[in-house]
């Protein structure tokens, strides 16, 4: 007769490896907050509440990730002014007719080894049949700078 094996350690440790961390299911929360404030508010001043929020978002972040986030929210509205600032799952994002075309994502928030800068489908960035969609960021330079906002003037385009 074969003694049978607890299953229970191995349930435990394929739901926390299956499960959302801790900052995504906050970052859940926060993109459900978000919905319910932008309802809330109504169109009205829906670009000067979302330049707001996304302020109130930037200057909460850690220094280096803060001063990236300031700077690229510089090149996205000298590049895409019609692009609508908004926090989407608590970053920086920037939105037309309502759907986010970039984003803005700490390493803080994630606990990442970069930020991210990204795009998402809604973007013009088509070039062929593969091109990227999002880039990590340890610093921003110049040169960096320039790229980006190429890509926003084209994402928005």
Request: glycine fraction near 6%; charge should be positive.
């Amino acid at each position: 007769m074969t003694a049978q094996k607890s299953t229970t350690r191995t349930t435990a440790k394929s739901k926390s490896a299956v499960g959302f961390t801790d900052e995504e299911r906050a970052a859940m929360k926060e993109h459900a907050q978000e919905l319910k404030t932008a309802a809330r508010r109504g169109s009205r001043n829906a670009k000067a509440d979302g330049e707001k929020d996304v302020l109130e978002k930037i200057a909460a972040m850690a220094e280096s990730d803060r001063v990236m986030a300031e700077r690229i929210h510089a090149i996205v509205k000298a590049n895409a002014p019609d692009l609508a600032p908004k926090t989407w799952y608590g970053m920086p994002a920037y939105a037309k007719d309502g759907k986010v075309v970039c984003f803005f994502q700490s390493a803080e928030k994630f606990k990442a080894r970069y930020a991210t800068f990204g795009f998402n489908d809604t973007a013009n960035l088509d070039d062929g049949t593969m091109w990227p969609t999002a880039f990590a960021l340890t610093t921003l330079t110049d040169a960096d700078a320039e790229r980006i906002g190429e890509l926003v003037k084209k994402a928005a385009g």
